[in-house]
């Protein structure tokens, strides 16, 4: 009964900056590693950033010092800060989570958000 839903996708021109958010609701015990994955068309679906319950961050090198992700356990909700978007990020962003149920650890996917960006 897990469910995360996306929103903060839009349009913006090249320079520009968007910020996605992805919460997380259901019965969670504890939630381990948020991340963000993109996938544009005709690509293979790539992690672009993600970070720890304890804080630790990783970003793949395209988006280095660009992006900026960041977590609110309080909201169960994850961010992602883009700054000087390029046309290249254009792709539909997927929020990732993993979570440690009653059960055992699983990971759910967003519905995914259009991010466009113009040059």
């Known amino acids: 009964q897990v469910q995360l839903v996306e929103s903060g996708g839009g349009l913006a021109q090249s320079g520009g900056s968007l910020r996605l958010s992805c919460a997380a609701s259901g019965t969670i015990f504890r939630i381990k590693v948020m991340g963000w994955y993109r996938q544009a068309p005709g690509k293979e679906r790539e992690a672009v950033a993600h970070?720890?319950?304890?804080?630790?961050?990783n970003y793949t090198d395209s988006v280095k010092g660009r992006f900026t992700i960041s977590r609110d356990d309080a909201k169960n909700t994850v961010y992602l800060q883009m700054d000087s978007l390029k046309p290249e990020d254009t792709a539909v962003y997927y929020c990732n989570v993993g979570v440690l149920l009653l059960t055992g650890s699983r990971v759910y996917w967003g519905q995914g958000t259009q991010v466009t960006v113009s040059s």
């Open positions: 970070i720890t319950s304890g804080g630790s961050t």
